[in-house]
């Protein structure tokens, strides 16, 4: 596809952001299954939930460009979820492989943070005002979740005593 419009921008955008939320519904199960801390397990299947309604979304705002909804190998993501599943694999204490665990998925939740403010952002530019309240409805999700992750990492997993 060649970029000549910023529609065309933002389509493009819209085809890597739907294929990261797909490859997303794949990972999160792995990593809520190799968390120990209870409190991190449901985080990461609330996010499932919350990723599926993004996967929906993401349709809906196709829909409002008149385009089927299509993947694009979204690089970035598959390089972001390879790192989460060598931290799955590691032989590590567990609360060390949760805390592991949450830094893969803030980084995640980072790269969709500007994926989804940059889409949003064209959609206000193309006067959009459907798709951009779509967006924006998940650019909070993820912040909201990234804050989820921080406030788990400072308050239970990361204040437990270290056995050196």
Same mark, same amino acid.
């Given at each position: 596809m *060649? !970029?000549?419009?910023l529609q065309d921008l933002l389509i493009d955008e819209l085809e890597d952001i739907y294929d990261a939320e797909q490859q997303l519904v794949v990972a999160l199960p792995k990593m809520a299954k190799t968390a120990t801390s209870p409190e991190l397990k449901k985080s990461f299947e609330m996010h499932l939930e919350q990723t599926e309604?993004?996967?929906k979304r993401l349709e809906q705002v196709f829909k409002i460009f008149? $385009?089927?909804?299509?993947r694009k190998t979204c690089k970035a993501m598959k390089g972001l979820i390879a790192e989460g599943a060598e931290v799955i694999k590691? #032989?590590? #204490?567990? $609360?060390?492989k949760d805390a592991a665990l949450i830094s893969a998925a803030q980084r995640v939740e980072h790269y969709e943070m500007v994926a989804y403010g940059s889409a949003r952002t064209y959609a206000e530019e193309l006067g959009k005002t459907e798709a951009v309240e779509l967006l924006e409805e998940? !650019? *909070?999700e993820e912040k909201q979740t990234d804050s989820k992750l921080t406030k788990l990492a400072v308050t239970v997993i990361n204040l437990k005593p270290s056995k050196n």
């Open positions: *060649k !970029l000549e419009t309604g993004h996967v008149g $385009e089927e909804p299509e590691e #032989d590590a #204490d567990p $609360e060390v998940t !650019l *909070k």
